[in-house]
């Protein structure tokens, strides 16, 4: 006991005695556990990883190889759940399957004797298309089954092979049906039926194996239940997936024959995110998009049998295995089938809103989906393993000369490339690892940025004399796995850096092809100056926010003076590339001039390596910028993707046109996965939220800003956009404004940066001096959302039309008039430049012209071509014909921008002044209701 | 469903809600925080926090120099106000936390209210939250000039609050099964203190393979850590938040 005396002759007893022997704390008497509590609480800190892989290396093993009864002979299989091995039973000398379940935590007898009494029933089918289960046991922590062994390969590995046709897979579906209704019949359900629980024996017939093996981690509290147990749940029934048991009936399994229909037809599951939480929302948020979109040889009736057994309200799908299966026999047969087609918009609605309930009931079935979203949340911690990844941190400049900075930035970033070509490597992208400068924690940089290695090192250069030291660093134990100083002449620069790369790629065990090896090996130029203006340029994307105007010019500049210097510079000319592209898409300089410029770019790169990655890249880019080909610039991101297989860009250009395109779903797995590889990027972060504030989902939105703001706590823009939210969700002004006067009193040199939202504060609180306060802050860069801009001189008309002063909004709406002609002079089919003219001729009274601009706006950009501008068009259209006074037309197209993603917000239509002429009107009510938040 | 021992009302006067998954929702900070005004299941759910977390409440109170029945007394009174009060657009102002929102009104509560002497009976003299396991080891911590703030005594006492509850959860589950044993002799070793008994000490005392134990403190780890982070989660706003309350409460502790 240890006791400390005090003065007055008291003594307090305040340890046990007790030290922790890791961090030498005290341990206090009431400790948890009578551990040091600190130390408990790091421990918990740790990430939460999947199972070490059960080492089946049966050479080397011979205790592993014995597995009880079983001799386990060969590994034939491995799902979410555990592994499959071919074995030998040694009492009775047969040859069986065992499945070895690895679980995320214990299974109590209740689990194991639940599951024993579902395998025992399903014992009891005799069916051909049933693989009888044989025993249920646990052994060594683990538990496994031992099945009949069924030669043959899981469904999706034979598809893989051998793609079936349409025909074949409803013939095949129909025969799992069958097999399904004769387990229902019997009353069993399946209640996991997935392309992995269905085998294919030597002709092709199918068996359906793991009855009933969803029982084994299922209980009453959802809490136990972790998604890594029962493995993907992109073919799980939304009932199965909220965790509401009693709610699984015979129409689960048939659920879970659609979803494998699904993927036989399109090659994809019905739902798949790119975490186990995004698929999960997908499936509750979402309807999956008709299999005749995904592949368009499939008819319209058998889409409509797929998506009947997808409907996410039971009773609307089949009602019965069997009813599936006479609905396959029709089409088959070429029969009318009995499911009805249905519209796009029939479709929409959530399905727990079909059945509408008292308060009390309709809370409880909020917060249990709030609940169910919880739990799959933890997932997110459960994402992908952190071995073989590596961020290779800025290196230190310690040369005499501080202006070697950028030059210290460009031998990082080559080195980075290099070892990003490595496919068998994680290699976190320069945007997010550039924070780090100078960081010492190793072990949080590896935890934060999910890597177990990181490259570190420091240059010093002296004339032409190059030293440079470089070390690996496992974060995860915080020791050298490899360090070496060079001392080189400065022209082998590219020669270290690729051998780094490769020594590197050998520490770690990364596989390294050929073509690899000589992609590394490349040297991005000879001339050192040009190396040095190209690496200037990238230093100017040091502002993580899609590059402005000018930085894109100035980058511009310094990459032609390098290609001046170095024709043959392929990495200098993609650069090129991407900036004139910029500059063109988001309208700062939307001419052929500009498109010529970026394709002159890229025909030099394809010139110098006709093969590589990167120029595929910059095509890609181009043609999605210059001339929205969708389809083409996919094609090329497709190449570009074989060779660089680390590279985020690929991956968030993808999502980006994916998004344009409508595939809102698939366009945030691509984000995601970009965010993935470059965790602190805060322009993938910002564009993922776009895509949440585009379909709505703003609480989502808001935790990607948080994001954000973890990264840049003093981002006032962010903080900004943040506040931004809450006024399109809830028509809440009061965070925005809370917001402005905090920075106008603390840290007004910054009220520049938030001219359009205090402007969009100023007018939906209808207080002209405000509005005019912030407009004489902005500097000329015009107002708007994506690429319809509005110019000073039409604000200045806003404006002067809220205090009634008409002769003033009268002069600024001409003068914004004349200002907008002439852009559309020089771009007349460019649909956001003539919405722009449309809604100030509205302004003006100028009914005909307005109506003819704002409808020949969404002919030539319409939402099918690009998703949010053509939103856009169709938004601004309803409000030209609001101003002047076609209502019919007005609602129409409000209530289409309504339901559109990327159209009209609840605060928008609640609170903004144009919205003004609609108001009262009960069909404009209806329409604001509409959006207003559950 | 699991048996809490500190549950008083029936989960029943909520409504239909389902068993498991509404016991599960009704602890929830954040259903707290969405409620738009009247909301029985965020009231359960405030109610089910208060129940949880009242050591450091009681802790703080008593720090102020309160003699314990008195201080039992206020605790009940101030939950009370909490609880009474449903205005939880007030709440959901505060950012986030649960922990600083309750410290926050507590010290409102010291400042202002204790002076009201009715609401000290304000329950009506219901036990609404009951304060069990008070034991005279408490009172040494206590003492005014212990050099701990009062303020860092409260977060000290929330995080043993935390790591009490997961342990209990990890016992909850293991109950029953043949493993349990072992379980509890892995818990000691969740700490990582070099010198606890090593697993191949503790794989010869239960006759397994030294695998074995690997892969079942692994999982005991992992299902620790998610345990951990879920009792964090029920008391802060977002995921994002987990990691930094966790740490927060770690430099509390060492402190």
């Known amino acids: 006991?240890?006791?400390?005396?005090?003065?007055?002759?008291?003594?307090?007893?305040?340890?046990?005695?007790?030290?922790?022997?890791?961090?030498?704390?005290?341990?206090?008497?009431?400790?948890?556990?009578?551990?040091?509590?600190?130390?408990?609480?790091?421990?918990?800190?740790?990430?939460?990883?999947?199972?070490?892989?059960?080492?089946?290396?049966?050479?080397?093993?011979?205790?592993?190889?014995?597995?009880?009864?079983?001799?386990?002979?060969?590994?034939?299989?491995?799902?979410?759940?555990?592994?499959?091995?071919?074995?030998?039973?040694?009492?009775?000398?047969?040859?069986?399957?065992?499945?070895?379940?690895?679980?995320?935590?214990?299974?109590?007898?209740?689990?194991?004797?639940?599951?024993?009494?579902?395998?025992?029933?399903?014992?009891?089918?005799?069916?051909?298309?049933?693989?009888?289960?044989?025993?249920?046991?646990?052994?060594?922590?683990?538990?496994?089954?031992?099945?009949?062994?069924?030669?043959?390969?899981?469904?999706?590995?034979?598809?893989?092979?051998?793609?079936?046709?349409?025909?074949?897979?409803?013939?095949?579906?129909?025969?799992?049906?069958?097999?399904?209704?004769?387990?229902?019949?019997?009353?069993?359900?399946?209640?996991?039926?997935?392309?992995?629980?269905?085998?294919?024996?030597?002709?092709?017939?199918?068996?359906?194996?793991?009855?009933?093996?969803?029982?084994?981690?299922?209980?009453?509290?959802?809490?136990?239940?972790?998604?890594?147990?029962?493995?993907?749940?992109?073919?799980?029934?939304?009932?199965?997936?909220?965790?509401?048991?009693?709610?699984?009936?015979?129409?689960?399994?048939?659920?879970?024959?659609?979803?494998?229909?699904?993927?036989?037809?399109?090659?994809?599951?019905?739902?798949?995110?790119?975490?186990?939480?995004?698929?999960?929302?997908?499936?509750?948020?979402?309807?999956?998009?008709?299999?005749?979109?995904?592949?368009?040889?499939?008819?319209?009736?058998?889409?409509?049998?797929?998506?009947?057994?997808?409907?996410?309200?039971?009773?609307?799908?089949?009602?019965?295995?069997?009813?599936?299966?006479?609905?396959?026999?029709?089409?088959?047969?070429?029969?009318?089938?009995?499911?009805?087609?249905?519209?796009?918009?029939?479709?929409?609605?959530?399905?727990?809103?079909?059945?509408?309930?008292?308060?009390?009931?309709?809370?409880?079935?909020?917060?249990?989906?709030?609940?169910?979203?919880?739990?799959?949340?933890?997932?997110?911690?459960?994402?992908?393993?952190?071995?073989?990844?590596?961020?290779?941190?800025?290196?230190?400049?310690?040369?005499?000369?501080?202006?070697?900075?950028?030059?210290?930035?460009?031998?990082?970033?080559?080195?980075?490339?290099?070892?990003?070509?490595?496919?068998?490597?994680?290699?976190?992208?320069?945007?997010?690892?550039?924070?780090?400068?100078?960081?010492?924690?190793?072990?949080?940089?590896?935890?934060?940025?999910?890597?177990?290695?990181?490259?570190?090192?420091?240059?010093?250069?002296?004339?032409?004399?190059?030293?440079?030291?470089?070390?690996?660093?496992?974060?995860?134990?915080?020791?050298?796995?490899?360090?070496?100083?060079?001392?080189?002449?400065?022209?082998?620069?590219?020669?270290?850096?690729?051998?780094?790369?490769?020594?590197?790629?050998?520490?770690?065990?990364?596989?390294?092809?050929?073509?690899?090896?000589?992609?590394?090996?490349?040297?991005?130029?000879?001339?050192?100056?040009?190396?040095?203006?190209?690496?200037?340029?990238?230093?100017?994307?040091?502002?993580?926010?899609?590059?402005?105007?000018?930085?894109?010019?100035?980058?511009?500049?310094?990459?032609?003076?390098?290609?001046?210097?170095?024709?043959?510079?392929?990495?200098?000319?993609?650069?090129?590339?991407?900036?004139?592209?910029?500059?063109?898409?988001?309208?700062?300089?939307?001419?052929?001039?500009?498109?010529?410029?970026?394709?002159?770019?890229?025909?030099e790169a394809f010139r110098i390596r006709p093969n590589a990655g990167e120029a595929h890249w910059s095509r890609a880019y181009h043609l999605y910028n210059g001339y929205l080909d969708y389809e083409g610039a996919l094609a090329e991101l497709e190449v570009a993707r074989q060779t660089l297989p680390n590279d985020p860009r690929i991956f968030r250009v993808t999502g980006f046109i994916q998004r344009r395109q409508g595939r809102w779903e698939e366009s945030t797995r691509n984000l995601e996965r970009a965010l993935e590889l470059d965790p602190r990027n805060v322009a993938t972060l910002d564009n993922i939220g776009d895509s949440y504030a585009a379909l709505r989902r703003y609480a989502e939105q808001e935790s990607k800003l948080d994001r954000i703001l973890a990264i840049e706590p003093n981002d006032i823009e962010v903080k900004a956009k943040r506040a931004g939210v809450e006024l399109n969700w809830k028509a809440d002004t009061r965070p925005l404004h809370q917001l402005i006067d905090e920075i106008r009193a603390t840290n007004p040199a910054a009220m520049p940066k938030i001219v359009p939202l205090r402007l969009l504060c100023a007018l939906v609180e209808r207080d002209a001096a405000a509005a005019r306060e912030a407009l004489t802050a902005s500097d000329e860069s015009p107002f708007g959302a994506d690429a319809v801009h509005f110019t000073r001189p039409f604000v200045e008309g806003v404006i002067a039309r809220m205090t009634n002063d008409e002769q003033k909004a009268q002069l600024a709406f001409t003068a914004a008039r004349a200002e907008q002609e002439k852009i559309v002079q020089a771009e007349p089919d460019y649909g956001p430049a003539l919405c722009v003219l449309g809604v100030i001729d509205a302004a003006l009274g100028r009914k005909d012209e307005a109506l003819r601009e704002g409808r020949r706006a969404v002919e030539l950009l319409p939402v099918e071509k690009d998703s949010f501008n053509g939103a856009l068009m169709i938004h601004y259209l309803a409000m030209i014909a609001a101003w002047v006074g076609e209502k019919d037309l007005a609602f129409e197209q409000l209530a289409l921008s309504a339901r559109t993603p990327n159209g009209a917000t609840y605060g928008e239509l609640e609170l903004d002044p144009f919205w003004d002429p609609l108001r009262g009107d009960p069909r404009f009510e209806k329409i604001v209701a509409s959006l207003a938040p559950r | 469903m699991r048996a809490d021992p500190d549950d008083v009302t029936s989960l029943s006067a909520t409504g239909s809600v389902p068993a498991g998954a509404g016991m599960f929702a009704t602890t929830h900070w954040s259903v707290v925080l969405e409620a738009q005004g009247e909301s029985s299941a965020a009231q359960q759910a405030l109610e089910n926090l208060c129940r949880t977390y009242w050591r450091p409440i009681y802790g703080f109170v008593r720090r102020e120099g309160t003699k314990p029945e008195e201080a039992k007394d206020l605790t009940q009174g101030f939950f009370a106000l909490i609880l009474e009060r449903k205005d939880f657009q007030s709440v959901r102002q505060e950012k986030g936390r649960l922990r600083s929102f309750l410290l926050a009104s507590l010290k409102h509560f010291m400042a202002n209210e204790r002076r009201d002497a009715a609401t000290i009976k304000r329950g009506g003299g219901r036990t609404l939250i009951p304060l069990d396991g008070i034991t005279s080891d408490d009172s040494d911590e206590f003492h005014r000039s212990n050099m701990l703030s009062a303020d860092l005594l409260y977060d000290r006492r929330w995080a043993f609050t935390v790591l009490d509850r997961v342990f209990t959860r990890l016992r909850e589950e293991s109950h029953g099964s043949a493993n349990a044993p072992l379980l509890e002799r892995l818990n000691t070793l969740l700490s990582d203190e070099p010198d606890r008994p090593s697993q191949a000490e503790i794989a010869r005392e239960f006759g397994m393979t030294e695998n074995a134990i690997k892969q079942a403190f692994h999982r005991l780890r992992q299902r620790y850590r998610q345990l951990l982070r879920e009792e964090v989660a029920h008391t802060v706003a977002t995921p994002a938040e987990i990691e930094d309350e966790l740490r927060h409460l770690i430099t509390a502790l060492r402190s």
């Open chain 1, 1 to 603: 006991m240890q006791y400390l005396s005090e003065g007055n002759g008291r003594t307090m007893r305040i340890t046990t005695g007790e030290f922790c022997r890791k961090c030498g704390a005290a341990i206090p008497p009431n400790s948890p556990q009578q551990s040091c509590g600190a130390c408990l609480l790091e421990t918990g800190l740790g990430p939460v990883e999947p199972e070490p892989e059960v080492n089946v290396d049966l050479g080397s093993s011979p205790m592993l190889m014995d597995f009880g009864d079983y001799e386990l002979l060969e590994q034939i299989g491995r799902g979410g759940q555990g592994v499959v091995f071919r074995a030998r039973q040694k009492s009775l000398n047969r040859i069986v399957a065992v499945k070895v379940i690895g679980l995320g935590h214990w299974a109590t007898e209740a689990h194991l004797k639940r599951f024993r009494l579902e395998a025992e029933a399903a014992a009891r089918l005799e069916h051909t298309g049933i693989v009888p289960i044989h025993e249920v046991g646990e052994r060594d922590g683990s538990c496994y089954f031992s099945m009949k062994f069924v030669e043959g390969g899981q469904l999706d590995e034979v598809v893989r092979r051998k793609p079936m046709s349409i025909r074949q897979a409803a013939e095949l579906i129909g025969k799992v049906a069958r097999i399904v209704h004769y387990a229902h019949e019997h009353r069993i359900l399946h209640r996991d039926i997935k392309p992995g629980n269905i085998l294919l024996d030597a002709k092709g017939e199918p068996h359906l194996t793991d009855f009933g093996l969803a029982r084994l981690v299922e209980s009453e509290s959802t809490v136990t239940r972790t998604m890594e147990v029962l493995g993907t749940p992109s073919y799980m029934a939304p009932e199965q997936a909220v965790g509401n048991n009693a709610a699984v009936s015979n129409a689960t399994d048939v659920y879970g024959l659609g979803a494998v229909l699904y993927q036989l037809l399109t090659g994809h599951p019905p739902f798949a995110g790119g975490t186990t939480y995004e698929t999960i929302k997908l499936l509750e948020d979402t309807e999956p998009r008709p299999p005749r979109l995904l592949n368009p040889k499939v008819d319209r009736d058998l889409s409509t049998i797929c998506l009947k057994c997808l409907e996410k309200d039971p009773k609307r799908r089949y009602s019965s295995a069997l009813a599936l299966i006479e609905d396959l026999k029709h089409w088959l047969n070429h029969e009318p089938i009995q499911a009805r087609h249905t519209g796009i918009f029939a479709r929409g609605r959530k399905w727990v809103q079909r059945n509408p309930t008292s308060a009390v009931l309709a809370a409880s079935l909020m917060a249990l989906a709030a609940a169910a979203g919880w739990i799959v949340w933890k997932s997110e911690f459960i994402a992908r393993p952190l071995a073989n990844g590596i961020a290779v941190l800025p290196f230190e400049n310690l040369s005499d000369d501080k202006s070697d900075a950028s030059f210290v930035d460009g031998m990082q970033d080559d080195v980075l490339t290099k070892l990003a070509r490595i496919a068998d490597l994680k290699v976190i992208s320069r945007t997010s690892v550039m924070d780090y400068r100078g960081k010492r924690n190793l072990r949080q940089i590896g935890n934060d940025l999910r890597v177990s290695h990181v490259l570190e090192g420091s240059v010093r250069r002296a004339g032409t004399h190059l030293r440079l030291n470089a070390q690996l660093i496992d974060t995860r134990t915080d020791t050298h796995v490899w360090a070496e100083q060079y001392d080189r002449d400065l022209n082998d620069l590219f020669a270290i850096q690729s051998e780094i790369a490769q020594k590197i790629a050998q520490r770690l065990n990364a596989k390294v092809t050929s073509a690899e090896k000589l992609a590394i090996e490349g040297k991005p130029t000879t001339d050192l100056v040009a190396f040095e203006l190209y690496s200037r340029s990238l230093s100017l994307k040091k502002i993580p926010r899609a590059s402005s105007a000018d930085s894109a010019r100035q980058a511009i500049d310094l990459l032609n003076q390098a290609v001046a210097r170095d024709p043959s510079f392929f990495e200098a000319y993609c650069e090129l590339a991407v900036h004139h592209d910029q500059l063109y898409f988001f309208g700062y300089d939307h001419t052929p001039g500009r498109l010529a410029a970026a394709e002159a770019a890229i025909q």
